[in-house]
């Protein structure tokens, strides 16, 4: 809430509670039927009622006001909140960099002269070997293949 705002409903409650007393006037006069003193009651009224209308439009000035202040503020928040998931997008991919390349991967070069042999001879198909699968551990060297067993299924009534 700004100061607008403030000085706005203060303003317009004050002065619509402040009619009230002119009124109550207003309504005496009118009973004892004495006519100046209602046209001077109303007039208190009314320059009340007035001062009450401009409060209410410096309170509509200052609620656009704070509303368009909102407005930026989560644009802001917005904008930062997507500048934040960039930069932890990118410190991520530059993690799972640092991963492959930590893991000890190796890297095959290729000759210029058997890139050539390539070209020049052509690729003959390779039958698939028969052969018992393989487990290596984490040394590289080969482990016992677990045994398979068959599988086995039971039911129950």
């Known amino acids: 809430m700004n100061i607008q705002m403030m000085d706005g409903l203060l303003g317009a409650s004050c002065n619509i509670k402040l009619s009230g007393t002119p009124m109550s006037v207003y309504r ?48 802001l928040e917005q904008e930062a909140a997507i500048e934040k998931r960039q930069e932890e997008r990118k410190r991520a991919e530059e993690g799972a960099e640092l991963v492959h390349s930590s893991q000890g991967t190796d890297l095959v070069q290729i000759s210029e002269a058997a890139k050539a042999v390539l070209k020049n001879k052509p690729v003959e198909a390779v039958e698939p070997i028969d052969s018992d699968p393989v487990i290596y551990t984490e040394t590289g060297e080969i482990a016992a293949a677990p045994a398979e067993s068959e599988p086995t299924v039971s039911f129950s009534a």
């Open 28 to 75: 005496q006069a009118s009973a004892e039927g004495d006519t100046e003193k209602m046209k001077r009651a109303l007039g208190y009224t009314g320059e009340c009622t007035e001062k009450a209308v401009k409060y209410q439009e410096k309170l509509d000035k200052g609620m656009k006001a704070e509303a368009k202040a909102e407005r930026e503020k989560a644009k």
